[in-house]
């Protein structure tokens, strides 16, 4: 199946710890996205690669690192866990004229406990 | 900044009606307009992307009008059935950086 794939699902961790999450498309998209969406439900960009190179890093904390190794992956580390972490984070893919919009991966819905 | 706003915030409606979403934003300087749906717990499904030289886009029950010199989408959906009951989000790609800026979204309920 053509898609963008995250993994995992879900992620329970305790304060403090360190994690990843893992993104790939099959798209043959070269720009990937990370977006977090919070309690409320509002989405927001974080950080925006393009062929493995950033052009996007929102106002985040440096806790949260993206690694692209190629243009088909892009994984968020995110060091130091807290509380207010907790929200579920979409990877998106799209291509590079952005002519066939956005594709969603099903999100990794993150607790900080 | 592109600001991106949708009303209303929610929407109860019974079965069989007709409804419209609307989604407004700010900076017409637009790449493209994107409609998705999201259902609890899941991730987003792209419904319909209207280009900046496109008026309109339909698939099924749906159709997504753009105005960019008003700096506004609608998302008419015809004769809603209880499977159309999720959030409806819009989504406006910048042109100058690769990002998109969503709306809050409009959580539609479909009674049966």
């Known amino acids: 199946d053509t898609a963008v794939s995250q993994t995992p699902k879900y992620l329970v961790t305790q304060m403090g710890n360190d994690k990843s999450i893992k993104c790939e498309q099959n798209?043959?998209?070269?720009?990937m996205y990370w977006y977090k969406q919070d309690s409320k439900k509002f989405l927001k960009i974080m950080f925006s690669?393009?062929?493995?190179?950033?052009?996007i890093n929102e106002t985040v904390p440096n806790r949260f690192s993206p690694k692209s190794p190629d243009k088909a992956h892009l994984n968020l580390h995110i060091n130091s866990l807290e509380l207010g972490d907790s929200a579920v984070y979409f990877c998106?893919?799209?291509?590079?004229?952005?002519?066939?919009?956005?594709?969603f991966g099903s999100g990794t819905r993150l607790t900080v406990v | 900044k592109q600001e991106v706003t949708q009303i209303p915030a929610a929407l109860s409606v019974p079965e069989g009606e007709n409804l419209v979403l609307n989604c407004s934003f700010t900076?017409?300087?637009?790449?493209?307009l994107q409609w998705f749906r999201q259902d609890p717990g899941k991730g987003l499904t792209s419904l319909l992307l209207?280009?900046?030289?496109?008026r309109e886009q339909t698939s099924g029950r749906l159709n997504a009008s753009l105005d960019k010199s008003s700096g506004r989408s609608t998302l008419y959906i015809a004769a809603s059935q209880p499977g159309d009951s999720a959030t409806y989000l819009c989504?406006?790609?910048?042109?100058?950086?690769?990002?998109?800026?969503f709306g809050d979204g409009t959580t539609l309920t479909v009674k049966p």
């Open positions: 209207i280009q900046s030289s496109q």
């Open positions: 690669y393009n062929n493995k190179e950033l052009i």
């Open positions: 798209l043959g998209h070269d720009t």
């Open positions: 998106a893919s799209s291509a590079r004229d952005r002519d066939h919009g956005y594709t």
């Open positions: 989504a406006v790609p910048n042109t100058n950086a690769g990002k998109s800026t």
């Open positions: 900076d017409s300087a637009i790449y493209n």
